[in-house]
């Protein structure tokens, strides 16, 4: 790839965010091992609850200290699920009653837009 893709005179100024970045890989560590190990160290034993505590008080810092990317990036991802879920519902039990090609049709002009607005933005700064 670095043979295909030339470099880019132009810098866009962002920047490494290596707290979050740290801050997700514990969480992300301290839950998988809670997973992997909790069956093994008792559901209720010490080493699990440290474990399920050491988690919750760094995600909570992590959220606290991103929260506008966390509740941005969470909506996202709830919508992508919620929405064709509630299309598809059959009308009889409060939904839309769409079939999946429907419901994918309905769903997709955000996302072209989204596109859009990204495809514009590289036309605009790479010409």
């Known amino acids: 790839m670095v043979a295909a893709v030339p470099e880019s005179a132009r810098r866009s100024g962002g920047r490494f965010d290596a707290l979050d970045a740290a801050g997700l890989a514990l969480v992300t560590s301290a839950l998988l091992v809670l997973l992997s190990y909790g069956a093994t160290w008792g559901w209720t034993s010490p080493a699990t609850f440290l474990t399920s505590a050491a988690a919750l008080m760094v995600l909570a810092g992590w959220v606290v200290t991103d929260l506008t990317s966390f509740a941005v990036g969470f909506s996202l991802f709830a919508s992508s699920i919620v929405h064709p879920q509630l299309l598809e519902r059959p009308q009889s039990v409060g939904g839309f ?21 990204r495809a514009a933005r590289n036309a605009a700064t790479r010409g």
């Open 97 to 117: 009653g769409l079939s999946l090609i429907g419901a994918g049709v309905v769903t997709m002009p955000p996302g072209v837009i989204l596109d859009r607005d």
